[in-house]
Structure formats: C-alpha cells, structure tokens
C-alpha cells in the first residue's frame, strides 16, 4: 500500500510564503489522482487542491485560487503545495491524499481519496 509522509509546515507571518512537500512510498504517484485537503481548528477537513495523474488537471479552491500552486515530480514521487500571500484563514493542518479512481467531479470531496499522510501544521501570524 502507498504510504504519504507531509513536510514543510511551520510559522509564517501573513503575508508570506511555504512550500509543502508529500513524499509518496511503496506506489508511484502516477498511478494516483493527488490532492491537497486542509483542516483549520474547529473546522472540518477541507479541499485545497488537486491535480490528476498525467498533470492534465489543475484544481483549487476558490479561497486558495490565485495564491497556491500545486506541482508535482513524477521522478521523486512527490507531490507540492506553494503557498503565496499566506492569510491568517490559511492555518490548519495540511493533508495530502491520493485517489485510485478517477477523481473528476468530486476532486473536492474526502471521500474520493482512501490513501491519506499524517499532516503538517502550517501556521500564519498576523
């Protein structure tokens, strides 16, 4: 079973940028349908972002649209999250995630993806 591991959480101020890193292991992230899910305190878990296997489609939550940019690099079997103009709202913990079926039209939804990392915290400062 493919396994997910989140890096590059922390404390930024508002205003400023992070990059997430997902490192995939025992799968090849080709084979999956990757996303970026969000949890922010007293909230539930939120889509972020997503891009399907071949890279063919790019989406984002209107909230994050315009400031976050997710990537990936088939060869290092991992996936990335950039985020610019980070805002206070932006704090949560981030999760990545992979799907094994297609995920068009429910890319947003939790239940498309059954493979889930642990998160990263990602704290902005006002």
């Known amino acids: 079973q493919m396994q997910l591991v989140e890096s590059g959480g922390g404390l930024v101020q508002a205003g400023g940028s992070l990059s997430l890193s997902c490192a995939a292991s025992?799968?090849?992230?080709?084979?999956?349908?990757m996303a970026w899910f969000r949890r922010a305190p007293g909230k539930e878990r939120e889509f972020v972002a997503a891009?399907?296997?071949?890279?063919?489609?790019?989406y984002y939550a209107d909230s994050v649209n315009n400031r976050f940019t997710i990537s990936k690099n088939n060869a290092r079997n991992t996936l990335y999250l950039r985020m610019d103009s980070l805002e206070s709202e932006d704090t949560a913990v981030y999760y990545c995630?992979?799907?094994?079926?297609?995920?068009?039209?429910?890319?947003?939804?939790?239940?498309?993806?059954?493979?889930w990392g642990q998160g990263t915290q990602v704290t902005v400062s006002s």
């Open positions: 995630a992979a799907s094994s079926n297609s995920i068009s039209g429910i890319h947003s939804l939790t239940i498309a993806y059954s493979i």
């Open positions: 891009i399907t296997w071949n890279s063919g489609g790019l």
């Open positions: 025992g799968g090849t992230i080709t084979n999956y349908e």
